[in-house]
Nanobody, 123 residues
Framework: QVQLAESGGGLVQAGDSLTVSCAASGRAFPNYSMGWFRQAPGKEREFVAAIRWGVGNTYYADSVKGRFTISRDNAKKMVYLQMDSLKPEDTAVYYC????????????????WGQGTQVTVSS
């Protein structure tokens, strides 16, 4: 069983940086791949980034590649998403996910979800 809690969202201006965090519980955390998704009003939940357990390979959506960085601290059971050069189209609720069982890009392949944190980017 894993519980996830996101924090760090807020209102920023275009071009700013923001880091959102995800605190996880559970002994098996180091063995889980972790991910970030986002959902804007009226849109489906979309993949943002993932970091694999073990070697920590990272994967990004094309829309955030080069601007966002996912990282994890297994000792602290934390996952971070550093977001640079934010754009108004990055506005969404950002969700942390755990326990991937297939294609990272499909939210149906993730077993656990947090409640989300709102990120709003003004122009």
């Amino acid at each position: 069983q894993v519980q996830l809690a996101e924090s760090g969202g807020g209102l920023v201006q275009a071009g700013d940086s923001l880091t959102v965090s995800c605190a996880a519980s559970g002994r098996a955390f180091p063995n889980y791949s972790m991910g970030w998704f986002r959902q804007a009003p009226g849109k489906e939940r979309e993949f943002v980034a993932a970091i694999r357990w073990g070697v920590g390979n990272t994967y990004y959506a094309d829309s955030v590649k080069g601007r966002f960085t996912i990282s994890r601290d297994n000792a602290k059971k934390m996952v971070y998403l550093q977001m640079d050069s934010l754009k108004p189209e990055d506005t969404a609720v950002y969700y942390c996910s755990a326990q991937n069982t297939g294609d990272y890009y499909d939210p149906r392949n993730w077993g656990y979800w947090g409640q989300g944190t709102q990120v709003t980017v003004s122009s």
